[in-house]
């Protein structure tokens, strides 16, 4: 009976480390105030906005660095640094269309 009891002990504690560990995770996440599905937005908006400064002919190089850099925080879990790399992305594909204008 002891050797279930401690079975059992044991894996309520595996089981209540679990939860902790995923309840941090989901408020680091949280305080980075952004979830994954609205980065996930902010790649397709960027992507689709990409295409079409490309297909202009104008110097994307920056976007792309910064949209590789962005998709490799993402896939860490680091959805602070994606949006920031996304924003700066974003900002670099409006100058240049802003040069377009011009």
Request: glycine share 6%; no cysteine; proline share 0%.
């Amino acid at each position: 009976m002891s050797k279930k009891l401690f079975i059992i002990a044991v894996l309520a504690i595996i089981a209540v480390l679990a939860i902790g560990f995923i309840a941090i995770k989901q408020r680091q996440s949280q305080g980075e105030g952004i979830t994954k599905q609205e980065l996930l937005q902010k790649f397709q908006t960027l992507k689709t906005q990409y295409e079409q400064t490309k297909a202009q002919g104008l110097d994307v190089s920056e976007v792309e660095r910064l949209g590789k850099e962005a998709k490799q925080a993402f896939d860490k879990g680091d959805y602070k640094t994606a949006n920031e790399l996304l924003e700066k992305a974003k900002n670099a594909l409006d100058k240049q269309d802003f040069r377009t204008l011009q």
